[in-house]
T-cell receptor, first 109, second 111 residues
Framework: GIQVEQSPPDLILQEGANSTLRCNFSDSVNNLQWFHQNPWGQLINLFYIPSGTKQNGRLSATTVATERYSLLYISSSQTTDSGVYFCAGRSSGTYKYIFGTGTRLKVLA | DADVTQTPRNRITKTGKRIMLECSQTKGHDRMYWYRQDPGLGLRLIYYSFDVKDINKGEISDGYSVSRQAQAKFSLSLESAIPNQTALYFC??????????FGSGTQLSVL
C-alpha cells in the first residue's frame, strides 16, 4: 500500500520563527489535505490542496502532485501553533485516506 | 455548537463489554467516517458510509460494527471490547469534495 512519510518527526521552534513541514507519498494520491491536532486532541482541517498553492494567514501549503509531495509553511510561529500536523491523501481507486504519522511541533514563548 | 459531535468524550470500560460511540453532524454531509488513532500513529479508517444505505469496511474493521441511523447520525459499536481497542476514536464527515471535518474525539480505555 501507499506509504506516507512526514518530516521532520519532531520540531521545536522559538516563537516568531518560520518552518517548513514536508509530506512525501510513495505513489500518487488524490485530494491531499493537511490537519492540525491541537494539544487537546482536536483535529482541524487546515488545507484541502490536491495541487498548487494556497494561503491562509500565516500558513500556506503547496502540493506538487506529479512529484508526490506537499509542503506546509508556517511563518511567524506562535505558541498556539503547537501540536501535531498530519497530511493525508486518498489512494486512487479507493475511498481510503492514508494519513502520515505526523510532525510534532512545539513553539516556545 | 460543534458541527460534528461525538459522545461520550471519554469512556472507560471492561474487557468483554459492549460499547457504542455516537456521532451526529449538522453539516448536511452525506459521507461519514470512523477513524481510530493510536499514540504516535496517524489515523486509520474503521468504517465509512456515503449515505444511509451504504456502509463500507475500512482497513481495520474487525471487532467493530456501525449503524447509519440517519443522514446525520453514524454510530460505532464494539461488540466485545478488548484492551487493544484502547484508542482515540474520531468521527468525520465530508461532502463530495471529500474535505474531511472531524469531531472532538472519544478517548476509549478498555481495561
Amino acid at each position: 500500500g501507499i506509504q506516507v512519510e512526514q518530516s521532520p518527526p519532531d520540531l521545536i521552534l522559538q516563537e516568531g520563527a518560520n518552518s517548513t513541514l514536508r509530506c512525501n507519498f510513495s505513489d500518487s494520491v488524490n485530494n491531499l489535505q493537511w490537519f492540525h491536532q491541537n494539544p487537546w486532541g482536536q483535529l482541524i482541517n487546515l488545507f484541502y490542496i490536491p495541487s498548487g498553492t494556497k494561503q491562509n494567514g500565516r500558513l500556506s501549503a503547496t502540493t506538487v502532485a506529479t512529484e508526490r509531495y506537499s509542503l506546509l509553511y508556517i511563518s511567524s510561529s506562535q505558541t498556539t501553533d503547537s501540536g501535531v500536523y498530519f497530511c493525508a491523501g486518498r489512494s486512487s481507486g479507493t475511498y481510503k485516506y492514508i494519513f502520515g504519522t505526523g510532525t510534532r511541533l512545539k513553539v516556545l514563548a | 455548537d460543534a458541527d460534528v459531535t461525538q459522545t461520550p468524550r471519554n469512556r472507560i470500560t471492561k474487557t468483554g463489554k459492549r460499547i457504542m460511540l455516537e456521532c451526529s453532524q449538522t453539516k448536511g454531509h452525506d459521507r461519514m467516517y470512523w477513524y481510530r488513532q493510536d499514540p504516535g500513529l496517524g489515523l486509520r479508517l474503521i468504517y465509512y458510509s456515503f449515505d444511509v444505505k451504504d456502509i463500507n469496511k475500512g482497513e481495520i474493521s474487525d471487532g467493530y460494527s456501525v449503524s447509519r441511523q440517519a443522514q446525520a447520525k453514524f454510530s460505532l459499536s464494539l461488540e466485545s471490547a478488548i484492551p487493544n481497542q484502547t484508542a482515540l476514536y474520531f468521527c468525520a464527515t465530508s461532502d463530495y469534495d471529500e474535505k474531511l471535518f472531524f469531531g472532538s474525539g472519544t478517548q476509549l480505555s478498555v481495561l
